[in-house]
T-cell receptor
Framework: ETGVTQTPRHLVMGMTNKKSLKCEQH?????MYWYKQSAKKPLELMFV???????ENNSVPSRFSPECPNSSHLFLHLHTLQPEDSALYLC??????????????FGPGTRLTVL | AQSVTQPDIHITVSEGASLELRCNYS??????LFWYVQSPGQGLQLLLK??????LVQGIKGFEAEFKRSQSSFNLRKPSVHWSDAAEYFC??????????FGAGTQVVVTP
């Protein structure tokens, strides 16, 4: 138990569906992250939020839309996804973004399958 | 440009034997380095970290890593592997902006 929870753990959706992934951290951290983990590829950073402001967007397609309503919650809204978007989506948090405080705590992930 | 290389994609080790996972990095300044482990169906867990100071770093679960600046390496070791150590291991570099860069990972299989 890392203090970071993600729901749902598994999600199957069609290409025309709209769904949302939720992440919650109970650690009092100020930075939160979304990562994509695909088979045989390194972990890809998607979005970074620091103090509820988006500070990084790594050229992620607009069909992925993040939202950070407060420092404890992070959402990833999904719409009109493609089959190649099937992956494990991991959420993480850290105290802040400075390297000395950037030990990230990961949630268990949401396994997404797009049909 | 910064990079992290894990040369071994897959390692098989017998239970009770020693384990060493290699990691090489490229970074222009003092690196901040981590090792994370991901067990099947689990998220990533931090094993240990290096920021400065002692080059031999102790972590959880009996793991240690040695930072060697001259070789640009940060290899992970465990003297005696347990079956529960079967997992994927990631070497990670963070830059001065706090952006993590993950290596491709090394899958460890433990045989009886």
């Amino acid at each position: 138990e890392t203090g970071v929870t993600q729901t749902p753990r598994h999600l199957v959706m069609g290409m025309t569906n709209k769904k949302s992934l939720k992440c919650e951290q109970h650690l009092g951290h100020n930075a939160m992250y979304w990562y994509k983990q695909s088979a045989k590829k390194p972990l890809e950073l998607m979005f970074v939020y620091s103090l509820e402001e988006r500070v990084e967007n790594n050229s992620v397609p607009s069909r992925f839309s993040p939202e950070c309503p407060n420092s404890s919650h992070l959402f990833l809204h999904l719409h009109t996804l493609q089959p190649e978007d099937s992956a494990l989506y991991l959420c993480a948090s850290s105290q802040d973004r400075r390297p000395m405080y950037n030990e990230q705590f990961f949630g268990p992930g949401t396994r997404l399958t797009v049909l | 440009a910064q990079s992290v290389t894990q040369p071994d994609i897959h390692i098989t080790v017998s239970e009770g034997a020693s384990l060493e996972l290699r990691c090489n990095y490229s970074y222009g300044a003092t690196p901040y380095l981590f090792w994370y482990v991901q067990s099947p169906g689990q998220g990533l867990q931090l094993l240990l970290k290096y920021f400065s100071g002692d080059t031999l770093v102790q972590g959880i679960k009996g793991f240690e890593a040695e930072f060697k600046r001259s070789q640009s390496s940060f290899n992970l070791r465990k003297p005696s592997v347990h079956w529960s150590d079967a997992a994927e291991y990631f070497c990670v570099l963070t830059d001065s902006w706090g952006k993590l860069q993950f290596g491709a990972g090394t899958q460890v299989v433990v045989t009886p």
